[in-house]
Structure formats: structure tokens, C-alpha cells
């Protein structure tokens, strides 16, 4: 009876997260987007302020314990009085100086952070109006799921083709020796477990990339842009999604094989001291950031691809320049992003978790039939966050596409005499004469 109501309580939290997730968060988001940058930049420079202003006020309570040592009141050391003074000048000219230049930066790019505030609202508008694109994400999960299921079966066969040894006196299973044959075939079949799961990465991210494109150039005249992404990303961009996964998915295996040449060197007598960690601490670093990079990298690329049909080396490149001729707005909507996706995903999981546990426990007849409230709220939280993790991918990747858009528009319309946008997108032809991307224009309607 208790399992009963347990899932009766999960189900009906599906059901309030999807219509919190699809009205009041989109809502609270548009909302308060402009308030939040704002509240977050007025309150990060009055931090810093009032920061310096209090290292300022040690740093003079030291100077009036000074003039008491010198009169004979008091007898703390004169060398740590000198270095705690230095310290807190120090700290407080630092947070000061951060505070002015913080000032200064806001003032000078005042029109670029009001930019980045009407992208982050145009990317609100673009997942309440395209509600089908909060699907991507949870059907590409299930891919994941399905490769890794299938991925481990395949593991197990392909383990125990290796050579068995007999057991060891209590220990009731074989052993398999690794030979260079398996282990060549473990390689093989770890990078394509890295490859694929990249693909279906990628697949979702221009899934989501190219709606964001229709959504902007044809907001009115859009038809079920998720399933017509589909149909581009599975009828023209196949090579170009491979091509970028298989980058990822070789950086990836780079850094697998690295840790796995680092355990066999100290296996084989390499002595483990604080150099060769050292040594072995950057290189993973290095690896570590230059995944990213290209994690990143190629995220922009699936974007251009989307926008423009171009192959995955032109839109790498295109891409890059974007970001260099626009290093400032790209960095502030990314970093902004971050920020909101890191207090949506709060904002999803608290609310819901608390309703739930006010709901067990104010609730007589639901609190007579639960004995315990945290396990359930422990699965509110986890079912929770889960949707908000979803929900705010899809808003993260639909603010890049639309930056991203705005940027070359103004770009095109740059050229012309009149005010006209990039509206629609048309796939190349299998004639060698046609050009790969055709670019539509019409006069500029809607604005971000």
C-alpha cells in the first residue's frame, strides 16, 4: 500500500514538473533574466567594494595598535603587525581596483550586456514556443542508454574470448589473461563506444542548433522545426556530425590511453616521485583542456552547420572567426549562460522538492501512509533535477544558436542596401552546379 502511494506521488510529480518546466520556469526566466544579470553585476561590484572597504578598516585598526605600541600599551610583535598590515593594503587596494575596473567594463560594454540579456530572453521564446524541442533531449538520452547497455553485453563476449585461467583457492570464478590480441580488440571497441556516444551528442546538438534556426529566420512561417531538423541532420549532415564526433571521440581515447600508459609505467618500476607526478599532472591538463576546446569548437561548428549547410571544416573555421570578431559578446553569453543554467537547475529541483515534502507531511491522510518522507524526497530531488538538467540544455544550446544567428544577420545585412535577414536555409542538391548552401532573402520582419 505504501509502494503504491510512493509511485503515485512520483507520478504526479512528472506531471507538475512538465507543466512547471513548460509555463512558470520559461515565464520566471523572461522575466527576471534582465533583473538577474543586473542584480548580479550591481551586487558583484558592491562585494568588491565593500570587501576593500573592510580589509581597509583592519588595515586601520593595525595603524591605532601601532601608535599604542609606541606608547607603551601595547606588546604585540612589531614583524607579524607589519606583515598583517601589508596584507590587508594589499587586499585592499586588489578588491578596489577589481570594483573600478569591473565599473568601467560595465559602462563600456553597457549596449553589449543589454544584447546578451535580449538573446537570453529571444532563447526563453524559443522553447515556450518550440515545446516538441524539450523532446530531443530525453530521446538522445535513450540512445545513450541503449549504446552503453549493448556496449557492456558486448563487453562480457568479448572478455571472455581471452585465454581462462583456473581460479584461485577461494575465489569461485576464472581469470582471463589480457593478451595483445584482446587488448587490441578492448581498444578498438572502447573507441567506438567513445565515437558513437559522441555522434549521438552531436546529432542532438544540431537537432536543437537548426530549430533555433528556423525558429529565428521563419518564426512565423515554421513548421514542426524539430522534425525538419531531423530530416536535415539524417538526409544532408551525417558526414559532417561524424566527422566532428570522430575528433572528440580520438581526444577522448588520447586521454584514456594516457592514464592507462601513466598506470603501467608505475606498474613497470617508474619511480613515483613529485616530479614525474608532476609531469603526469600537466599533461592531463593539457588533455583535459584541449577536450574542451575541441568540445567546444565543434558545438559551434554544428551550430554554423545548421545555420548555413556547410560542411564541417567550413563551419569550424566560420565559427572560429564569428567568435573572434565577437570575442566579447560570445564570452559574456556564454558565461551568462552558465549562470542561468546553473540557477535554473536549482530553481527546478528545490521548488518541486519542497512542494513534495510539504505535501507528505502537511498532508494528514498522505502522511498517516508514509512512514518516512526522505526517501521519497531524495527521488523528488533526483527526478527533479534530471528534468531541469534536460530542460536547461535545451535553453543553453537554443542562446548560442540564436547569438549566433543575430551575428550573421547583421553581418549579411551589413552588405545590403536594405533591411533584409536571412530567413530560410535550403539544402545543397546532388547537382554539382548548384551551390551548397542557398541562401533565401526577404525583408526583415521580426526582430530578436
Not at 185 to 207: D, E, R
Not at 244 to 265: D, M, N, P
Not at 280 to 287: I, Q
Request: some cysteine; aromatic content about 14%.
Amino acid at each position: 500500500f505504501k509502494q503504491k502511494t510512493a509511485y503515485e506521488m512520483l507520478r504526479s510529480l512528472v506531471g507538475s514538473e512538465m507543466c512547471i518546466r513548460d509555463r512558470f520556469t520559461m515565464l520566471v526566466l523572461k522575466l527576471c533574466i534582465g533583473v538577474i544579470v543586473w542584480l548580479v553585476i550591481i551586487t558583484f561590484i558592491l562585494g568588491t567594494t565593500a570587501l576593500g572597504a573592510l580589509f581597509y578598516q583592519k588595515y586601520a585598526k593595525y595603524n591605532e595598535q601601532n601608535v599604542e605600541s609606541q606608547d607603551g600599551s601595547s606588546n604585540v610583535d612589531e614583524d607579524t603587525k607589519k606583515t598583517n598590515k601589508e596584507a590587508f593594503m594589499g587586499l585592499f587596494i586588489f578588491f578596489w581596483a577589481v570594483a573600478a575596473i569591473s565599473f568601467l567594463l560595465v559602462c563600456c560594454f553597457f549596449n553589449r550586456i543589454r544584447l546578451v540579456i535580449a538573446i537570453l530572453k529571444a532563447a526563453a521564446d524559443f522553447v515556450k514556443d518550440v515545446c516538441s524541442a524539450l523532446l530531443v533531449p530525453p530521446v538522445m538520452f535513450t540512445f545513450q542508454i541503449m549504446l552503453y547497455v549493448s556496449w557492456l553485453i558486448t563487453l562480457v563476449y568479448l572478455y571472455s574470448t581471452g585465454e581462462q585461467k583456473r581460479p584461485q583457492e577461494g575465489w569461485p570464478f576464472a581469470s582471463i589473461e589480457v593478451d595483445q590480441r584482446l587488448e587490441g580488440q578492448l581498444a578498438y571497441h572502447l573507441f567506438g563506444l567513445l565515437w558513437i556516444n559522441a555522434f549521438i551528442i552531436a546529432l542532438g546538438q544540431f537537432i536543437l542548433a537548426s530549430s533555433a534556426g528556423i525558429w529565428y529566420f521563419m518564426r512565423q512561417q515554421m513548421n514542426s522545426p524539430v522534425r525538419t531538423s531531423v530530416f536535415r541532420a539524417l538526409r544532408y549532415h551525417m558526414g559532417s556530425l561524424a566527422f566532428g564526433s570522430l575528433i572528440l571521440a580520438i581526444v577522448q581515447f588520447i586521454r584514456i590511453t594516457f592514464e592507462y600508459i601513466k598506470k603501467k609505467s608505475y606498474a613497470m618500476g617508474v619511480p613515483e616521485n613529485a616530479v614525474t607526478k608532476f609531469i603526469f599532472k600537466c599533461m592531463k591538463c593539457c588533455l583535459a583542456c584541449f577536450e574542451r576546446f575541441i568540445k567546444f569548437i565543434n558545438t559551434q561548428a554544428y551550430i554554423q552547420v545548421a545555420l548555413t549547410g556547410k560542411s564541417f571544416c567550413s563551419s569550424a573555421i566560420a565559427a572560429f572567426y564569428l567568435i573572434f570578431r565577437n570575442t566579447v559578446v560570445f564570452g559574456m553569453t556564454h558565461g551568462l549562460s552558465i549562470i542561468f543554467v546553473f540557477v535554473g537547475k536549482l530553481f527546478i529541483t528545490v521548488i518541486p522538492t519542497i512542494a513534495g515534502f510539504l505535501v507528505i507531511t502537511q498532508v494528514e491522510d498522505i502522511s498517516k501512509r508514509i512512514s518516512s518522507p526522505i526517501s521519497l524526497c531524495i527521488c523528488f530531488a533526483f527526478i527533479s533535477y534530471a528534468i531541469g538538467s534536460l530542460f536547461m540544455q535545451v535553453w543553453g544550446m537554443a542562446s548560442e544558436t540564436i547569438l549566433q544567428a543575430y551575428l550573421v544577420d547583421i553581418e549579411v545585412n551589413a552588405n545590403v542596401a536594405t533591411n533584409l535577414s536571412l530567413i530560410h536555409i535550403s539544402e545543397p542538391t546532388r547537382q554539382a552546379e548548384i551551390s551548397y548552401a542557398v541562401f533565401c532573402l526577404k525583408k526583415k520582419k521580426y526582430n530578436i
